[in-house]
């Protein structure tokens, strides 16, 4: 009985050891990048703050239309997100091809980011998110894959990157860091520099991780390498500082905070709103601009936040169903489904 025992337990022992050793070997040919979430920060729990009013105060917005680009004549025929790295260069991830067009607004000449559909390399499947860094390479992130795919500036594939964590979110910063935000760990951010990674935060996830759902949501950087966050359905925004130490945490103005307080947690079942509230998401050094339809139809608004605080400001109101946009500190750049609009602003 015991002979049977002990060789029972070898063979099991055994079948461990190899399913272990095949596992850490396929880790290693795929470049999965671990997150080692020893590295990061300690929990903390987050009390949202309320705005003061719930209104939205419509300020009026001078602004001259410069140009009006039809995307189907340049066969962008689903676009998502934009950037704008100047007044001449605009970059639009667009989901039917897919990959992301560099677009010069003067010679509307395109340089393509991404080699077809597909799993090779430099190939995308459903990329959800890009960002440039300073050096003008772009960072594809492709949800289906779950890799951060890099390219030069002229389009040229040179490497990618398989974070252990499903990530949907990617922002750079002015050091050329890069944050994922991931929809399957118990932090919001994870930083990297180029392929390593440094630290998670952002707890939130942590003790409120079943109300996850409702933290989906957009990044953006800021000049000062300040990150946010825009929840798209549970009108919350974030904010923490590059190296992850915590800013502040607000409703937007659209509406009381749909996830509990930790000490208010309980397994009742979380109905989900039919709509969905901020749609993207960018800034500069003094405000955070959301974009919002709120339910209306043929109505977009872009609600302004101190990116201080996060209180709420203002709101400028566009006759447009818009699906992405991107601001300079003198021009506007609205995408609906079929049209690229600039504007000079004041």
């Given at each position: 009985?015991?002979?049977?025992?002990?060789?029972?337990?070898?063979?099991?022992?055994?079948?461990?050891?190899?399913?272990?050793?095949?596992?850490?070997?396929?880790?290693?040919?795929?470049?999965?990048?671990?997150?080692?979430?020893?590295?990061?920060?300690?929990?903390?729990?987050?009390t949202v703050q309320s705005q003061k009013s719930n209104k939205r105060n419509i300020k009026e917005l001078n602004v001259n239309l410069l140009k009006k680009i039809n995307l189907d004549d340049l066969n962008i025929l689903q676009p998502y997100k934009i950037y704008t790295a100047d007044s001449n260069i605009i970059y639009i991830l667009d989901f039917s091809i897919p990959c992301v067009k560099q677009l010069n607004l003067k010679t509307l000449k395109i340089t393509v980011f991404g080699k077809g559909k597909g799993t090779g390399p430099g190939e995308l499947l459903n990329p959800t998110d890009f960002?440039?860094?300073?050096?003008?390479?772009?960072?594809?992130?492709?949800?289906?894959?779950?890799?951060?795919?890099?390219?030069?500036s002229k389009g040229n594939y040179l490497l990618s990157i398989k974070p252990n964590h499903l990530v949907y979110r990617v922002g750079i910063n002015s050091q050329n860091k890069m944050y994922l935000i991931s929809s399957s760990s118990k932090?919001?951010?994870?930083?990297?520099?180029?392929?390593?990674?440094?630290?998670?935060?952002?707890?939130?996830?942590?003790?409120?991780e079943k109300?996850?759902?409702?933290?989906?949501?957009?990044?953006?950087?800021?000049?000062?390498?300040?990150?946010?966050f825009a929840t798209n359905r549970s009108y919350l925004l974030f904010s923490y500082k590059p190296e992850g130490e915590f800013r502040f945490a607000i409703n937007t103005i659209e509406g009381e905070n749909l996830i509990p307080e930790p000490a208010a947690m309980s397994k009742d079942i979380i109905v989900l709103p039919k709509k969905f509230t901020n749609i993207d998401i960018i800034?500069?050094?003094?405000n955070i601009?959301?974009?919002?339809?709120?339910?209306?139809?043929?109505?977009?608004?872009?609600?302004?936040?101190?990116?201080?605080?996060?209180?709420?400001?203002?709101?400028?109101?566009?006759?447009?169903?818009?699906q992405t946009f991107s601001v300079l500190p003198d021009k506007l750049f609205l995408v609906d489904n079929f049209y690229l609009y600039i504007f000079n602003y004041q």
């Open positions: 009985m015991k002979l049977k025992l002990i060789i029972t337990f070898i063979i099991v022992f055994g079948l461990v050891f190899i399913l272990k050793f095949f596992f850490l070997n396929d880790t290693e040919k795929n470049k999965i990048y671990n997150i080692d979430e020893s590295t990061s920060s300690p929990k903390i729990l987050i960002a440039v860094d300073k050096n003008k390479n772009v960072w594809i992130l492709d949800g289906a894959q779950n890799s951060v795919l890099k390219f030069d932090y919001l951010f994870h930083q990297f520099n180029e392929n390593q990674h440094i630290k998670s935060f952002g707890e939130i996830i942590s003790e409120q109300f996850a759902i409702l933290l989906s949501g957009k990044l953006s950087v800021d000049s000062n390498d300040n990150l946010y800034n500069d050094a003094n601009y959301l974009l919002n339809r709120d339910g209306v139809k043929g109505k977009s608004f872009i609600d302004i936040y101190s990116s201080q605080d996060g209180l709420y400001k203002y709101s400028y109101v566009f006759p447009y169903e818009i």
